[in-house]
């Protein structure tokens, strides 16, 4: 719906994508190292408290 209003510059830096194809969208912009584990990739998420605990350690 808004994708019309949109201006080209602004349009070109983002990837607008249908549901039946996010996992492949996905995977060829983003590396799959970098992705969480829920949208397929392989990077595990660490909690937000033991992500605090971590950097306070540190």
Known sequence: MVYPF????T?????FVDDKSL??????EVD????PEFLGGKMP???LKDY???SQSA
């Not at 949109?6 to 510059?9: E, K, S």
């Not at 799959?32 to 992705?35: N, R, W």
């Open 23 to 28: 996992q492949e969208t996905l995977h060829r």
């Open 45 to 47: 998420l660490i909690p």
């Open 52 to 54: 605090a605990q971590q």
């Open 32 to 35: 799959e190292s970098q992705l």
């Open 6 to 9: 949109i201006d080209n510059n």
């Open 11 to 15: 349009r070109d830096k983002f990837v």
